[in-house]
C-alpha cells in the first residue's frame, strides 16, 4: 500500500466544498449568457459548481470535486471577476485599480484554525501570498459560518484558497455546521420608532442597519412635520404617514387561501396589518383576482409579509416542490 499523502502537501486530491457569497451582479457574471460561462467553467475545471436559488441580493455558489479541480475553477472565477473590473475601468475616469475580491463562507469551529495562534496563520498566508484576508469577527444571520474575505490579484487569490483549503482539509469542522442561507429580497420589513423590523414566524427582529438606511430614505418621502416644529407630545393625525393604496393580483386558483374558511384568513391578516384590504370580486374570463391594500406604508408591507406568507405555504404545501 503506497502511504497516504498528507494534507500540507498541498497536493492531496480529496473532495472538499467550499462555498462563496456572492452579490447577484458577480453571479450573473459568472452564470454568463443562457449560462455559457458557467458551463464553460464546469467544464474545464472538472468541478460541481452550484449556484442557490435567485430572487436574493445574495446568492450561495457551491464549488464542490477534488481540489485540483476547484482551484482551477477558482482560478476562472478570479480572472473573470478580474475581466469584470478591467471593463468597468475603461468606462471610468478612476486610476486605481480595484482588487479582485471573494467571499468564502467557512464554519466558524474551522475559523480558529485559519487565524491561527495569536493570528500567526493569517498573518502567514497574506505574507506569503500577497493577498488580503480578513476572516469576520461575528456569523452569518441564522447559521454558524462566518465570511472570509480575500482579495487581491487573481494569482494572489488562487494561493490563497490553496493555503485555506489545506487547513480546511488539516482541521475539519467540529460539530454540526447550519449553513447560512441567504435570504430572499422580498423579505418583509416593518418600521417602527426609526427601526427596521422583519417578520420572522411571529416574532419582529430588528433588522441590520442597510434596512434602517432604507427607512430613512422612505422617512424622507414621507411629508413630516419640518425639523424646526416642535411636534406636540400627542401629535395630530396630520402627523402620521399618509395612507398609501397598493395593488396586488393573485390568481383566482389561490385566493381562497386568502380568504380562508368565511373570511377568518383575511380578517385575521386585516387585524395583524392594520391595513384595509379589499378583494374585487372575479371578473369573467380573467383567471386573476385584485387585491387592494390600503394604509401606512408600514401596515402595507405587513399585509402584503402575510399575504405573501400564505401562498408560500399554501404552494409549497401542496407538494409542488
Known amino acids: ?35 455559457e460561462t458557467v458551463k464553460k467553467m464546469r467544464e474545464e475545471s ?3 459548481i452550484n449556484i442557490s436559488e435567485g430572487n436574493c441580493p445574495e446568492r450561495i455558489v457551491t464549488i ?15 480572472y473573470k471577476f478580474e475581466e469584470d473590473i478591467n471593463s468597468s475601468m475603461s468606462n471610468s475616469p478612476a486610476t486605481s485599480k480595484p482588487p479582485v ?78 449553513p447560512y442561507r441567504p435570504k430572499p429580497a422580498s423579505t418583509p420589513v416593518i418600521f417602527s420608532g426609526g427601526q427596521a423590523y422583519t417578520i420572522q414566524g411571529q416574532y419582529a427582529i430588528p433588522h441590520p442597519d442597510q434596512l434602517t438606511k432604507l427607512h430613512q430614505l422612505a422617512m424622507q418621502q414621507t411629508p413630516f412635520t419640518p425639523l424646526g416644529q416642535t411636534t406636540p407630545a400627542f401629535p395630530g393625525l396630520d402627523a402620521s404617514p399618509p395612507a398609501s393604496t397598493h395593488e396586488l393580483t393573485i390568481p383566482n386558483d389561490l385566493i381562497g387561501c386568502i380568504i380562508g374558511r368565511q373570511g377568518t384568513k383575511i380578517n385575521e391578516i386585516r387585524q395583524m396589518s392594520g391595513a384595509q384590504i379589499k378583494i374585487a370580486n372575479a371578473i369573467e374570463g380573467s383567471s386573476e383576482r385584485q387585491i387592494t391594500i390600503t394604509g401606512t406604508p408600514a401596515n402595507i408591507s405587513l399585509a402584503q409579509y402575510l399575504i405573501n406568507a400564505r401562498l408560500t405555504s399554501e404552494v409549497t404545501g401542496m407538494g409542488t416542490l
Do not use: W, Y
Not at 115 to 124: A, F, Q, R, Y
Open 1 to 35: 500500500m503506497e502511504p497516504t499523502k498528507v494534507p500540507s502537501e498541498g497536493g492531496l486530491n480529496v473532495t472538499l466544498t467550499i462555498r462563496l457569497l456572492m452579490h447577484g451582479k458577480e453571479v450573473g457574471s459568472i452564470i454568463g449568457k443562457k449560462g
Open 64 to 78: 464542490t470535486g477534488p481540489t485540483d479541480t476547484i482551484f482551477k475553477a477558482f482560478a476562472m472565477i478570479a
Open 101 to 178: 475580491t471573494l467571499r468564502l463562507v467557512v464554519p466558524a469551529s474551522q475559523c480558529g484554525s485559519l487565524i491561527g495562534k495569536g493570528g500567526s496563520k493569517i498573518k502567514e498566508m497574506r505574507e506569503s501570498t500577497g493577498a488580503q484576508v480578513q476572516v469576520a469577527g461575528d456569523m452569518l444571520p441564522n447559521s454558524t459560518e462566518r465570511a472570509v474575505t480575500i482579495s487581491g490579484t487573481p494569482e494572489a487569490i488562487i494561493q490563497c484558497v490553496k493555503q485555506i483549503c489545506v487547513v480546511m482539509l488539516e482541521s475539519p469542522p467540529k460539530g454540526a455546521t447550519i
Open 46 to 48: 472538472g468541478a460541481r
